[in-house]
């Protein structure tokens, strides 16, 4: 009945609390993500006019179209989408994602996705793949499993698209980007990734997918790697874009 109901939620309230995950608040509406109201409007969607390439906000508009980043920086891939800034909020969910083995971040995630292609339906439907950046074989070990194959399977949820998970190979045991300066990210990365030889991407539309774009470099690396394969174009999709 409904009172026996209430008790027993009363009691998985003080066993399993449904706290946000950031400032550890109690949630009181668990259809919500563990994220308190407060820290739940701090996370601030990317919103139009949108970089031609990499989709960050435009604050003053050029005549190509393109940020201050694309227009420095060669961007291999040929278009990105970008769902959220890169606020101390979401820095930490990402933090808690890929370095503290907090899994149930995605569902963050994919809660996010929902709303943000909710505003600005995004015409994925077009690549014929989803694919994920992939980790060094030794990270992968140590961490467990790769976040971004994570949130390629959350987009997996709303557009009807294969993830193939082994077929963009990391060979180069790079340096974390996040230490590097924006010129040593660009080199730390040559020679990074290598084609599986058991899968052809030749004519195929990719959409690689990863956390985070800073300066483009990885995601661009991977992208050379994939047209120098036969791909005749590469997007990507990541959670928050850095300044």
């Given at each position: 009945?409904?009172m026996?109901?209430?008790?027993?939620?009363?009691?998985?309230?003080?066993?399993?609390?449904?706290?946000?995950?950031?400032?550890?608040?109690y949630v009181p509406?668990k259809?919500?993500?563990?994220?308190?109201?407060?820290?739940?409007?701090?996370?601030e969607?990317?919103?139009?006019?949108?970089?031609?390439?990499?989709?960050r906000?435009?604050?003053?508009?050029?005549?190509?179209?393109?940020?201050?980043?694309?227009?420095?920086?060669?961007?291999?891939?040929?278009?990105?989408?970008?769902?959220?800034?890169?606020s101390?909020?979401?820095?930490?969910?990402?933090?808690?994602?890929?370095?503290?083995?907090?899994?149930l971040?995605?569902?963050?995630?994919?809660?996010?996705?929902?709303?943000?292609?909710?505003?600005?339906?995004?015409?994925?439907?077009?690549?014929?793949?989803?694919?994920?950046?992939?980790?060094?074989?030794v990270?992968?070990?140590?961490?467990?499993?790769?976040?971004?194959?994570?949130?390629?399977?959350?987009?997996?949820?709303?557009?009807?698209?294969?993830?193939?998970?082994?077929?963009?190979?990391?060979?180069?045991?790079?340096?974390?980007q996040?230490?590097?300066?924006?010129?040593?990210?660009?080199?730390n990365?040559?020679?990074?990734?290598?084609?599986?030889?058991?899968?052809?991407?030749?004519?195929?539309?990719?959409l690689?997918?990863?956390?985070?774009?800073?300066t483009?470099?990885?995601?661009?690396?991977?992208?050379?790697t994939?047209?120098?394969?036969?791909?005749?174009?590469?997007?990507?999709?990541?959670?928050?874009?850095?300044?």
């Amino acid at each position: 009945n409904v009172m026996f109901k209430a008790l027993l939620d009363g009691f998985g309230d003080l066993v399993f609390p449904y706290n946000c995950i950031l400032c550890s608040r109690y949630v009181p509406d668990k259809t919500l993500p563990q994220l308190c109201s407060t820290c739940l409007s701090a996370i601030e969607f990317n919103r139009p006019p949108f970089c031609l390439k990499c989709s960050r906000h435009l604050p003053v508009f050029t005549p190509q179209g393109l940020c201050r980043t694309c227009l420095k920086y060669p961007i291999v891939f040929d278009e990105a989408w970008g769902m959220v800034s890169y606020s101390p909020e979401v820095q930490q969910l990402l933090h808690l994602f890929k370095f503290h083995q907090k899994t149930l971040v995605r569902h963050i995630f994919g809660y996010l996705v929902k709303e943000f292609l909710r505003q600005y339906p995004l015409p994925l439907s077009s690549y014929d793949c989803l694919m994920p950046i992939p980790l060094y074989p030794v990270r992968l070990r140590e961490r467990g499993y790769n976040q971004s194959l994570m949130i390629a399977q959350i987009i997996q949820n709303f557009y009807s698209l294969n993830v193939l998970e082994k077929t963009l190979l990391r060979v180069k045991p790079t340096q974390p980007q996040s230490i590097l300066g924006q010129k040593e990210r660009w080199t730390n990365v040559i020679g990074a990734f290598k084609m599986s030889p058991n899968f052809s991407i030749k004519d195929k539309s990719v959409l690689l997918v990863d956390d985070l774009l800073t300066t483009g470099a990885t995601a661009s690396q991977a992208a050379q790697t994939l047209k120098e394969a036969g791909a005749k174009r590469v997007g990507l999709f990541v959670i928050a874009l850095a300044e």
